[in-house]
């Protein structure tokens, strides 16, 4: 009995543990699906949608100058100071650098070369053998110090003609300056224009006079430098008589040298009496203009201008009568002397010297057009490199530009003329972007569009900006929110999720699907890819998904 008791027992607890068994498999099995749920990543998903989107095209370009100036020094000369800074406006002849009034390197060079000229010019003088003829025309007792002393004369003459061009321009110039500024209410000044104009007159005969008797004196002063020189060359064997001639011809020319200097002092005393004179009549008239009573003035000025004018182009013939009569004479001598090679070298070289001293003195660097400084390629104390630009400037009314790419697609949805917009536009003042042109890509010509942008406002060469530029709706099959949207080395894609039916219930798997995105906005993306636009796209996961991994969907 204990046996057959004990048996059964076993055989009950044997039951027991296989009912038990069995329950908790079944339990595990119709609840598995649950728990591993529990364990996968879950994931947000949206429908793939068709509708329209205002294409936003983004990108970065780099702003370069459309036209620059660049502004060059033409010789090696030391940096002063500065006095501009890179993204300074500057107008038309504002200084931009200070020079040092030390002499160039090209000033040296052209001193040395003066010097070597002036040295060859000299020696082939003195070595000069003197033709017959020219001796015979000059006169005997005829040497190279003559020559100078008649090229010296000549080339005074020229300088006085030059002096009464200058004196006559300038009141030429002043009239006309007074002209432009009478006012339209013009009161009657015919008195004191007449004052002024005998006064005038008066002023010009004395100082005609007494340049003429400064002639006079500089002529007899030459012609007793050269008695005196021949004097000088004479030697003893040539007779005392040829000595006594000259001396008696010196003796002579002092005396007359001593008259003409007394007519000289008469005639700067005449002069300045004169001025005098010419300065109380215009005192008066300018005292009658400011009164505003200058009624008649601009007839009055206009006739003054005319006499003026007449004076003018009378003193420009004298002029270039007495610089034919300097190029004449200079030809002859140095034609007879065979020196009209060295004397165009020496005077090449003197036009040199004092083209590079006017540039030495008080030099400054100014700007030749109005613009914006964009480059500084020097400091103070720094040298200048001829043909290297100092500075480099934005011209005004010339713009910058920028410029990148996109694709064929993107590029079809523009037009030029559209406005583009600045991201982060709060950081810059006054700047606007506009798409100029569409070409072909070089880069890349089968598949992308360079797309060039005009820029205007308060930039700098060299800027970077971040645009986007597009303003059309246009219509697509397949939309999709932007967090869906990921990129890897193998281009964007999107993660659909697939069902797969189990015993236990249907099962999600995130797919790949590559895409290309047409269009943007600030929430959504249409694409093109493999879709038929029903699908799930997984906007948002708990955990980082992989394709062909299992997820599960959240409770949407």
Same mark, same amino acid.
């Given at each position: 009995?204990?046996?057959?008791?004990?048996?059964?027992?076993?055989?009950?607890?044997?039951?027991?543990?296989?009912?038990?068994?069995?329950?908790?498999?079944?339990?595990?099995?119709?609840?598995?699906?649950?728990?591993?749920?529990?364990?996968?990543?879950?994931?947000?998903?949206?429908?793939?949608?068709?509708?329209?989107?205002?294409?936003?095209?983004?990108?970065?370009?780099?702003?370069?100058?459309?036209?620059?100036?660049?502004?060059?020094?033409?010789?090696?000369?030391?940096?002063?100071?500065?006095?501009?800074?890179?993204?300074?406006?500057?107008?038309?002849?504002?200084?931009?650098?200070?020079?040092?009034?030390?002499?160039?390197?090209?000033?040296?060079?052209?001193?040395?070369?003066?010097?070597?000229?002036?040295?060859?010019?000299?020696?082939?003088?003195?070595?000069?053998?003197?033709?017959?003829?020219?001796?015979?025309?000059?006169?005997?007792?005829?040497?190279?110090?003559?020559?100078?002393?008649?090229?010296?004369?000549?080339?005074?003459?020229?300088?006085?003609?030059?002096?009464?061009?200058?004196?006559?321009?300038?009141?030429?110039?002043?009239?006309?300056?007074?002209?432009?500024?009478?006012?339209?209410?013009?009161?009657?000044?015919?008195?004191?224009?007449?004052?002024?104009?005998?006064?005038?007159?008066? %002023? &010009? *005969?004395?100082?005609?006079?007494?340049?003429?008797?400064? +002639?006079? @004196?500089?002529? #007899? /002063?030459? =012609?007793?430098? !050269?008695?005196?020189?021949?004097?000088?060359?004479?030697?003893?064997?040539?007779?005392?008589?040829?000595?006594?001639?000259?001396?008696?011809?010196?003796?002579?020319?002092?005396?007359?040298?001593?008259?003409?200097?007394?007519?000289?002092?008469?005639?700067?005393?005449?002069?300045?009496?004169?001025?005098?004179?010419?300065?109380?009549?215009?005192?008066?008239?300018?005292?009658?203009?400011?009164?505003?009573?200058?009624?008649?003035?601009?007839?009055?000025?206009?006739?003054?201008?005319?006499?003026?004018?007449?004076?003018?182009?009378?003193?420009?013939?004298?002029?270039?009568? %007495? &610089? *034919?009569?300097?190029?004449?004479?200079?030809?002859?001598? +140095?034609? @007879?002397?065979? #020196? /009209?090679? =060295?004397?165009? !070298?020496?005077?090449?070289?003197?036009?040199?010297?004092?083209?590079?001293?006017?540039?030495?003195?008080?030099?400054?660097?100014?700007?030749?057009?109005?613009?914006?400084?964009?480059?500084?390629?020097?400091?103070?104390?720094?040298?200048?490199?001829?043909?290297?630009?100092?500075?480099?400037?934005?011209?005004?009314?010339?713009?910058?530009?920028?410029?990148?790419?996109?694709?064929?697609?993107?590029?079809?949805?523009?037009?030029?003329?559209?406005?583009?917009?600045?991201?982060?536009?709060?950081?810059?003042?006054?700047?606007?972007?506009?798409?100029?042109?569409?070409?072909?890509?070089?880069?890349?010509?089968?598949?992308?569009?360079?797309?060039?942008?005009? @820029?205007?406002?308060?930039?700098?060469?060299?800027?970077?900006?971040?645009?986007?530029?597009?303003?059309?709706?246009?219509?697509?099959?397949?939309?999709?929110?932007?967090?869906?949207?990921?990129?890897?080395?193998?281009?964007?894609?999107?993660?659909?999720?697939?069902?797969?039916?189990?015993?236990?219930?249907?099962?999600?798997?995130?797919?790949?699907?590559?895409?290309?995105?047409?269009?943007?906005?600030?929430?959504?993306?249409?694409?093109?890819?493999?879709?038929?636009?029903?699908?799930?796209?997984?906007?948002?996961?708990?955990?980082?998904?992989?394709?062909?991994?299992?997820?599960?969907?959240?409770?949407?």
């Amino acid at each position: 009995m204990n046996e057959n008791g004990t048996t059964k027992n076993k055989r009950e607890w044997v039951k027991t543990a296989m009912i038990i068994f069995l329950t908790v498999m079944l339990i595990l099995t119709f609840f598995s699906n649950t728990i591993m749920n529990y364990s996968l990543p879950e994931v947000a998903t949206q429908h793939v949608q068709s509708g329209s989107i205002t294409a936003k095209i983004r990108g970065t370009g780099v702003v370069e100058s459309g036209d620059p100036y660049n502004v060059e020094v033409n010789e090696s000369r030391k940096v002063k100071s500065v006095a501009v800074r890179v993204g300074d406006k500057v107008q038309k002849d504002d200084v931009l650098i200070y020079l040092d009034d030390t002499e160039s390197e090209e000033l040296k060079a052209a001193k040395d070369a003066l010097e070597a000229a002036q040295d060859a010019y000299d020696l082939a003088i003195l070595s000069a053998e003197v033709s017959a003829d020219l001796l015979k025309e000059a006169g005997s007792n005829v040497s190279t110090r003559t020559y100078r002393q008649q090229i010296t004369d000549a080339q005074t003459d020229v300088k006085v003609e030059q002096k009464k061009v200058d004196e006559w321009q300038e009141r030429y110039d002043k009239i006309t300056a007074q002209i432009a500024n009478v006012p339209g209410n013009s009161a009657n000044t015919d008195n004191e224009s007449k004052a002024l104009r005998v006064a005038e007159l008066n %002023k &010009q *005969s004395k100082d005609f006079d007494a340049k003429a008797a400064q +002639n006079n @004196v500089n002529k #007899l /002063q030459g =012609q007793l430098d !050269a008695i005196k020189a021949q004097m000088d060359d004479i030697t003893v064997s040539e007779g005392d008589a040829t000595w006594e001639s000259l001396d008696a011809q010196s003796k002579q020319v002092q005396k007359s040298l001593r008259e003409a200097q007394t007519v000289l002092l008469n005639a700067q005393s005449a002069l300045n009496d004169a001025t005098l004179a010419y300065e109380r009549a215009e005192t008066a008239y300018n005292n009658k203009v400011a009164s505003g009573d200058t009624s008649g003035t601009i007839t009055s000025l206009q006739n003054q201008q005319k006499s003026v004018e007449a004076s003018l182009n009378e003193a420009k013939k004298g002029l270039e009568a %007495k &610089q *034919s009569a300097l190029t004449e004479l200079i030809s002859k001598i +140095n034609g @007879v002397l065979g #020196l /009209q090679n =060295q004397y165009e !070298a020496v005077t090449k070289a003197q036009e040199e010297v004092q083209k590079q001293q006017q540039k030495s003195q008080n030099a400054v660097v100014v700007a030749e057009v109005a613009g914006t400084v964009t480059t500084l390629n020097v400091t103070a104390g720094q040298n200048t490199t001829p043909g290297t630009p100092v500075v480099v400037l934005q011209p005004e009314g010339k713009g910058f530009f920028m410029s990148f790419s996109v694709t064929n697609e993107q590029a079809k949805r523009l037009s030029v003329g559209d406005k583009a917009d600045l991201v982060n536009a709060w950081r810059y003042d006054d700047v606007e972007v506009t798409l100029s042109s569409i070409k072909t890509d070089p880069q890349n010509a089968g598949q992308q569009k360079l797309l060039n942008f005009d @820029v205007s406002g308060d930039v700098t060469p060299g800027q970077t900006l971040n645009v986007s530029v597009g303003q059309k709706s246009a219509n697509y099959d397949l939309i999709v929110p932007n967090s869906a949207i990921r990129e890897d080395n193998n281009g964007k894609f999107i993660l659909i999720v697939e069902s797969k039916s189990s015993p236990l219930g249907n099962r999600y798997i995130a797919t790949r699907v590559d895409v290309e995105v047409l269009a943007s906005d600030d929430t959504q993306s249409a694409i093109s890819g493999g879709l038929y636009g029903w699908e799930f796209v997984i906007t948002t996961s708990t955990k980082p998904v992989e394709a062909g991994k299992q997820v599960r969907l959240a409770d949407n």
